[in-house]
């Protein structure tokens, strides 16, 4: 499972954060930004922009659209602002979350009822575009979790009783915040649209997991400041447990019938498992006494995922008890490269016997070649076996 983890220990704001996602391949920065244009309904310069001070370097997301001097409605006014039919639905129901949360704090901070909530056009641009950027630079990514440290704040001052005060009480219910201060030893730089990304799509804040790191990118704040957010990507369990010794290894399992859940939770229960630590979770058919039909629900984890996975399958099934038991198993020594197909590179899993060897599975990232082919209109067979073809290439010329 890839992961995406944020510092944002010296602040954070969505400039920093779309600089740093954006700028990781800047080749793909560039189709992502032409899809953002295309959703726009309003004409914008959108562009990622290199930013260098001594031997630092990092990046930071411009975004230029004057519209002031109007208030409008917030009710509805994204339909103004995106084509929401050019919008892939896991972005548009993440945005969708954050602008609610977003308007919900303003009202609530203005004492006014949602639907009454104006703004000025330039802030909603700002808004809506960010939050839009933000939420396509995670689809492209890939990730199904995202970690944090504490948001940073400048302080208990920060909640004052003022509008902005009041409204960043709101948005940063629930979330984890912390008093940190950068390099330099002044004030970290956070804006109110940079903490409202994090606070509508944070999963879990703590420090950074022991987990393979497969890419680094440093977004730059704002033009006075030297202030800086990094965006880790870390690889999955696999990647830091590749090969046990002998190749066996401890596991525990975690089972539990349900006979009486509707079966269209089963898809969302299987999301969050994964998102919080299961390295499996499969549904098998079977039936119950009295002839009842039911699925037995099966999760794999390791120890220190045991308490999460329960506290998930009590919150989100009707099950009254779960099993546990610690079972050993055996797994092939795996490793993962990239392979060039005509039609872009595409993730390819290998399992071998020993360290050293001719792998004996070989596997294409099957969401890889999902999203290739639908972005580039080819069947995903296809895309499937030039990805094993040139998976084959790769493995014999190492090999030979």
Known sequence: MKLIYIDCSEGVSSEALLGAMLSMNPLKSRPIIAELKNCLRVDCDLKVEAVTWGSYTGARYVLNCSRAGEHVNATGATEKILDWHKITPPVRS????????FTTAWSQAQNIPADKLRLELDRLVHITV???????????????KIMATP??????????LNKEGRFLAEILKGTCIGQTKNKTGTATDS???GMSLMASSVDEYGPIPELCLEEVSCGIHADESQNETRVHILGGNDCCRESAPDGEEDIIVLETSIDDMNPEIFPYLMEQLLRNGALDAFLTPLYMKKGRPANLLTILCRKEKIEPLLAVVFKETTTLGIRIREEKRRVLFRKKFMAATPYGEISIKAGFTREGTLPVQIAP??????KIAAQQGVPLKEVYAAAQRAAYESIKRQFA
């Open 151 to 160: 948001i940073p704040v400048p302080g208990s001052s920060a909640f004052t």
């Open 191 to 193: 804006t109110l649209t």
């Open 365 to 370: 990232e099957f969401e890889d070649c999902k």
């Open 130 to 144: 960010m939050g839009i950027s933000y939420f396509t630079a995670l689809a492209h990514l890939n990730v199904r």
């Open 94 to 101: 993440g945005f969708n979350l954050f602008f609610e949360r």
